[in-house]
């Protein structure tokens, strides 16, 4: 049997310390039961959906609580849309299918329109290279961090700032080592999937651990990602970089 990390049990309030502003979605690891994770801030429910894989089921896995199906979702979570965003997960990684990409979450507005975390499908072990990516449908951005850990718990964090045209993500921390230049203005996503790239798509799933998840609606600051980061290692026992 697994041994699982076990976050704090307590609710988040003002004195954890995440920046608050912009903030429109969390899901927390406490804030589930046996079919779907509460968001405390939006109020919105990631719900599971049945195991369609062809290479099994029983990937997701809560606080530590295995979840006998394949991937959470919450279809037309957002109205408003972004001008500017940052998504933010923490995780842990298991497994991912041979030869496939392990997507820990994507905000997508449609097939062909996906902004996602993902590992790449080279790096089997859990250790290589940690992606966030944007495609239009036409031009793909890309923002890579090399030799990250997955195998222990972590947070990843992705920004999309269109005033400076960039696209970019952090690992613990690290930030990407290419900064991809993007032009355009973040559609209006239909659905935010944690756990694979896509409703009722095989394969390209991960089996993880998810602890947190955050949507900002606004691109927080170095200084902001950094001191979300220290608030993960201090719930989650994770290490974060300078």
């Given at each position: 049997?697994?041994?699982?990390?076990?976050?704090?049990?307590?609710?988040?309030?003002?004195?954890?310390?995440?920046?608050?502003?912009?903030?429109?979605?969390?899901?927390?690891?406490?804030?589930?039961?046996?079919?779907?994770?509460?968001?405390?801030?939006?109020?919105?429910?990631?719900?599971?959906?049945?195991?369609?894989?062809?290479?099994?089921?029983?990937f997701?896995?809560?606080?530590?609580?295995?979840?006998?199906?394949?991937?959470?979702?919450?279809?037309?979570?957002?109205?408003?849309?972004?001008?500017?965003?940052?998504?933010q997960?923490?995780?842990?990684?298991?497994?991912?299918?041979?030869?496939?990409?392990?997507?820990?979450?994507?905000?997508?507005?449609?097939?062909?329109?996906?902004?996602?975390?993902?590992?790449?499908k080279?790096?089997?072990?859990?250790?290589?290279?940690?992606?966030?990516?944007y495609?239009?449908g036409?031009?793909?951005?890309?923002?890579?961090?090399?030799?990250?850990?997955?195998?222990?718990?972590?947070?990843?964090?992705?920004?999309?700032?269109?005033?400076?045209?960039?696209?970019?993500?952090?690992?613990?921390?690290?930030?990407?080592?290419?900064?991809?230049?993007?032009?355009?203005?973040?559609?209006?996503?239909?659905?935010?999937?944690?756990?694979?790239?896509?409703?009722?798509?095989?394969?390209?799933?991960?089996?993880?651990?998810?602890?947190?998840?955050?949507?900002?609606?606004?691109?927080l600051?170095?200084?902001?990602?950094?001191?979300?980061?220290?608030?993960?290692?201090?719930?989650?026992?994770?290490?974060?970089?300078?």
């Open positions: 049997m697994r041994r699982r990390l076990q976050p704090s049990s307590r609710g988040i309030g003002p004195s954890d310390s995440y920046v608050a502003d912009g903030l429109v979605h969390m899901w927390d690891a406490a804030s589930h039961d046996d079919d779907s994770w509460t968001d405390t801030v939006g109020g919105l429910r990631l719900s599971i959906e049945g195991a369609r894989y062809n290479w099994g089921d029983d997701i896995h809560v606080n530590g609580a295995d979840i006998p199906y394949t991937y959470l979702y919450t279809p037309y979570f957002s109205g408003s849309g972004f001008d500017g965003h940052t998504i997960v923490v995780a842990r990684w298991y497994r991912t299918a041979a030869d496939q990409w392990g997507r820990f979450i994507s905000l997508r507005s449609g097939v062909n329109d996906p902004c996602e975390i993902l590992i790449d080279a790096a089997t072990s859990g250790v290589g290279r940690l992606r966030f990516e495609f239009d036409a031009k793909l951005a890309d923002a890579d961090v090399e030799g990250a850990d997955m195998t222990k718990p972590f947070t990843a964090t992705s920004v999309l700032n269109p005033s400076t045209s960039s696209w970019y993500g952090y690992f613990n921390g690290v930030k990407s080592s290419v900064v991809d230049g993007v032009d355009y203005t973040w559609p209006y996503p239909s659905n935010l999937v944690v756990g694979s790239n896509e409703l009722w798509y095989t394969n390209c799933g991960v089996e993880a651990d998810f602890y947190s998840v955050r949507i900002y609606s606004r691109a600051s170095e200084d902001e990602i950094m001191r979300n980061n220290r608030v993960d290692a201090a719930r989650f026992g994770i290490g974060v970089g300078a």
